[in-house]
């Protein structure tokens, strides 16, 4: 006699045969499509391990798109109305090759890696593109100098953009089976439980719908496997309630069916927009989030919220973000989360410079965000807070003189000293038309870029490390680079080691605009500071 569960695990087991995940023997794991889930209009995929004979594989090509709807009764921006963004996971061990041809047939012509450095071979043949990477990385392809042979920011008035990345994960580990022991599978349009007597939530191939504020526990894992979307938002109910968590999968979590919270009727509070922000646990240590895509955020994306707790960090690996809205940030890392190989595409604030440290993060910027928020930056005495080895592929804004925008942006918010032990290290601003400048350290907001001469709250800033640090062209708008200092919160002895401009270095202050508040620039290799 067959039990009940044996039943269970064959009837799992059943919904999962059509679909198989294709496992190489060189590590190459491709995802099929997900059921119920339509892919790209406009790119399909292929990808084989780079050796002689390997086969095509046809890869999931997911899509997320910028909504054509008044901004106003949903935050969307509205000049980027029908933009899309493709993408695909897989996991790989070895090198790879990538495959991308045009859905409707229609020739590709040229084809450019961002970042650069992350792909060893890009060609164009037969009309198509073809990418070789080396190691797992996250890259966007630009397809026809969509992007690069134009300027997209303020002015814009072409049509819709549809851009495509490819996610080279490498291996997850701990990848449950739907029959392993403590784990709960969630079949498609089933409510799961947020308690019981289960260890992991493992979400079945296909589409789900968890709802608002859907309950993390403490303890418990949360699998997204790349075969599957959830749509909803995932929280902990009260602070320090939600720790050793682990949210992970190559699958995707979406906003695109909730409101923004600005325009919820009946109205909300503030307090109660945290509930659509996709990710937000507070009071949480040792928790988690790797290899997802955040995708069509209704507000702020990711949130781990926790000062520093030594020895019980917070870790975001491998996790890519899209947002089309207003507020639609990337990550705030708080005290006590370090961030790693990340891909973020936002319309809001990319990043928030805080935490245990950025590294490895690809960062793109189109209408209304800065790529690093400097508002909220520490002051430490018995550690470093290092930002390294990232790159600011795009670097694009919708408007000309408002405090936004920007790579590293102090836009005279926050307060207190801070600055010491920061580091921003092997910054790579590859961006050939960026709107905006990229220095906008401003304590104070100067005219014209303020009406109301926002200022930080007292307390100066010093002993930051802006090291190899490469930026490919100026503003196109012909905006200068700005420190900005205030008689209260001036901005004190920054190092500038190796800064370069279209190549060619910067060896003294003459590179910024300043006003008396700034003193004390150091560079080097340099020629002389501004005292």
């Known amino acids: 006699m067959i ?18 995940v294709s496992r190489a ?33 046809s890869a999931f090509a997911w899509e997320t798109a910028c909504k054509a709807v008044e901004k106003k009764t949903d935050a969307y921006f509205a000049q980027l109305a029908g933009w899309t963004h493709t993408y695909v996971n897989f996991e790989t061990a070895a090198a790879v090759e990538i495959e991308i041809a045009r859905a409707n047939g229609q020739p590709i012509h040229t084809a450019a890696v961002h970042p650069q450095r992350k792909a ?30 134009q300027d997209t920011g303020k002015g814009y008035k072409g049509p819709p953009i549809h851009t495509i ?21 969630v079949k498609p349009g089933e409510t799961p439980p947020s308690d019981g007597p289960w260890t992991t939530l493992y979400f079945l191939p296909g589409v789900h719908d968890v709802g608002l504020a859907f309950p993390l526990r403490a303890n418990r894992r949360y699998y997204i496997p790349g075969d599957a979307i959830v749509y909803g938002t995932l929280s902990n109910r009260k602070w320090g309630d939600g720790h050793h968590i682990r949210i992970f999968g190559l699958g995707t979590l979406s906003g695109a069916r909730l409101k923004h919270p600005k325009y919820v009727e ?25 290899g997802l895509t955040i995708a069509d955020s209704a507000t ?39 961030i ?9 604030d990319s990043l928030y410079v805080n935490g245990l440290g950025i590294r490895r993060t690809v960062l793109w910027n189109d209408a209304n965000g800065s790529s690093f928020v400097l508002s909220g930056l520490p002051q430490l005495t018995d550690r470093q807070l290092v930002v390294e080895d990232c790159d600011v592929i795009y670097a694009r804004a919708s408007w000309h003189h408002w405090s ?90 920054l190092t500038f080691e190796n800064l370069s401009l279209a190549g060619r270095p910067v060896r003294d202050a003459e590179f910024f605009k300043t006003n008396e508040f700034v003193d004390g620039l150091i560079f080097s290799p340099s020629t002389g500071s501004k005292p």
């Open 404 to 493: 936004g925008g920007r790579v590293f942006n102090m836009r005279g918010e926050g307060g207190r000293a801070a600055g010491a032990g920061v580091v921003f290290r092997n910054i790579n601003i590859e961006d050939p038309r960026p709107t905006l400048q990229q220095f906008f350290i401003c304590m104070t907001m100067p005219k014209p870029y303020s009406k109301n001469a926002e200022k930080r709250e007292a307390g100066d800033l010093s002993g930051i490390l802006f090291q190899n640090i490469a930026i490919a062209a100026p503003s196109v708008l012909g905006e200068p680079q700005i420190l900005w200092g205030q008689a209260d919160a001036r901005i004190r002895n």
């Open 165 to 185: 990345s490819i996610f080279a994960n490498p291996p997850l580990a701990g990848k449950p089976k739907p029959d392993d022991p403590g784990v709960l599978a």
């Open 120 to 149: 060893s071979a890009c060609s164009v043949k037969d009309g198509k593109a073809f990418v070789r990477i080396d190691n797992p990385c996250l890259v966007a392809v630009d397809i026809d100098g969509q992007m690069d042979g």
């Open 266 to 290: 009946p109205a909300i509070s503030e307090k109660e927009h945290g509930r659509y922000r996709p990710i937000e646990v507070i009071g949480t240590t040792d928790t988690r989030v790797e």
């Open 340 to 348: 790693d190989d990340c891909f973020i595409r936002t319309q809001d």
């Open 25 to 57: 023997a060189d590590g190459l794991v491709i995802y099929p499509p997900v059921p119920g889930l339509a892919a790209s209009e406009h790119y399909k995929v292929c990808v084989r391990a780079a050796n002689d004979g390997s086969a095509w594989q």
């Open 300 to 338: 702020h994306s990711l949130m781990l919220v926790s000062p520093y707790k030594a020895g019980h960090p917070n870790e975001v690996q491998w996790t890519k973000i899209f947002t089309w809205r207003a507020n639609g940030d990337g990550i705030n890392p708080f005290g006590n989360t370090l």
């Open 3 to 20: 039990t009940l569960k044996q039943a269970n695990s064959v009837l799992i087991v059943l919904l999962l045969a059509p679909l198989t």
